[in-house]
Structures are given as C-alpha cells and as structure tokens.
C-alpha cells in the first residue's frame, strides 16, 4: 500500500479507507460512501471477481481498477467480463495508475451529469399540472427529454416526435400546460444547471456549454430572469461551503 499511497501523494486522488476483508469491502462498495474502488488481488483468497460479483447487481457501480500481483490473461478477463473498468499488474508504473484514475474521474463526472439531467426533468415534469388525461402528454415528454439528453432541444424537434406541425405544436402545448414548449424547456435547463453548479463539480462555463447556450452572457441573463440571481453566485454560494473531498479511492 504504501507504493500506492506515494502515487497517489501528488493528485487529486485520496485513499480515504481500505480493508482486507471480503465482507467488509462488499458493504463499502454498496454503500456508495466511495468514488472509486481499487481491489489489490492477491494469492490465496483472490477477491477481485468475487468482490465485482457480489456488487454487480448495484445499478451504477463505481468504477473498478484492479491491482494483480502478476499478469494474469485469464483473471484480468473474468474482471473486465464482471466489469472492471482496468487490470494492472504490479509493478504498476505510475502513469498506468493515474491513468486508470483519471478515466474513473471521467466516468464519475459523466454519470452525474445523467443523474442530475434525469432529476432535472422529474423535477420539471412534476411542476407541470398533473391530470389522468395529461399523463400519456407527460408521459410522452419525458421520453422526449431523456432522447434529448445529449443535444438541445427545440420546438421544431419537439413538434416532429409528437407528431404535429410547429405551429399546431405550439398551441396544443400552451393549451394543455399554459406556458409555452420554450418557457417550459428554458425552466427545464435553468433548473438542471443549477443543480449542476451545486454539485460544485462544475464550472459556469462548462455548464453553459453543457446546455447549449451560444454564450456565457446569454446562458447568465436566462438563468436571471428565471432565478433571480446569476450563475456565479449559485457557484460562489456552494463553493462557500465545507470544501468536497477529491474522489475517494
């Protein structure tokens, strides 16, 4: 461990709990307390697959790199078949390990944005009025939104999946949930970059761009006018608080 930890001393990266037991590890990687879980495989007990086995069945496990004592062809492919996203056989060069690190980083960003973008569109779908006879519309607009997920969403694009003209669109729209396809999209993406800045994962640039605003000062005059405040003081506000710890390993 201490190899490790020497990697480790000058990233943003932290072993922030470690264990030899089986059990023990099982309920760490439920309880979703860690970002990143690093297995040491080693002779005689050989946990790793065991370890990926028994946490498989958890939607959205975090990513697993694991550390083998030696290079192992058939173990290394029984961890990536249970999921791991990286085998590294010791003696490790530190490069392959910040390697392995920073592209769990990657995949702990991408899953938030997708946790927050699905909360957002609850979140707005649930402040729309809510009747029997909307719930097939509501229905439908949340899988327009999911569809949406990775590209802007427009009124044009909106019409098409429903079925109907823009114009036609627009007024079944406004009649049903009285506001406009655009107002209510704009709430949507207000709402979900603010959740995003909270995070204080994120950037005011970063979620500009995230969202699709041609410009920082186009993305901060909407988030005024539907917040009443400008994105940096939402990420001044969070990054106020008790500082969030680097990704835990």
């Known amino acids: 461990l201490n190899s490790l930890f020497s990697v480790l001393e000058d990233t943003d990266f932290a ?5 030899a037991s ?3 590890a099982v309920g760490l990687v439920l309880s979703r307390q860690y970002d990143i879980l690093l297995c040491i495989n080693r002779a005689p007990e050989y946990i790793a697959a065991k370890l990926l086995r028994l946490t498989g ?3 959205r496990r ?3 790199i694991i550390i083998s004592e030696q290079d192992d062809s058939q173990r290394m492919r029984e961890c990536f078949l249970l999921g791991a996203i990286d085998f590294l056989s010791e003696p490790i060069p530190p490069e392959d390990l910040i390697s392995a690190l920073m592209r769990a980083a990657s995949m702990i960003h ?3 944005i997708e946790s927050e973008y699905r909360t957002a569109a609850e979140q707005a779908l649930a402040a729309l009025p809510q009747s029997e006879d909307l719930q097939p519309i509501l229905e ?3 899988a327009f939104l999911q569809k949406m997920e990775h590209q802007t969403a427009t009124v044009e694009l909106a019409a098409d999946y429903f079925g109907f003209n823009r114009d036609y669109f627009g007024r079944y729209f406004k009649s049903k949930f009285c506001m ?3 107002d209510f999209y704009k709430r949507f993406q207000i709402g979900y970059a603010r959740r995003l800045l909270e995070t204080g994962q994120f950037k005011v640039l970063e979620v500009s761009r995230l969202l699709g605003f041609s410009t920082p000062d186009y993305f901060t005059r909407v988030f005024r006018k539907y917040t009443g405040c400008v994105p940096s003081a939402v990420k001044k506000q969070t990054d106020g608080r008790p500082s969030q710890q680097p990704p835990e390993a």
Do not use: M
Not at 15 to 19: E, F, G, I, P, R
């Open 22 to 24: 089986l059990n023990e």
């Open 180 to 182: 406009t396809f655009g």
């Open 62 to 64: 975090i990513p697993a």
């Open 140 to 142: 439908k607009l949340s």
């Open 57 to 59: 069945g958890n939607e």
């Open 15 to 19: 072993v922030s709990k470690y264990t």
């Open 110 to 112: 991408e899953q938030l």
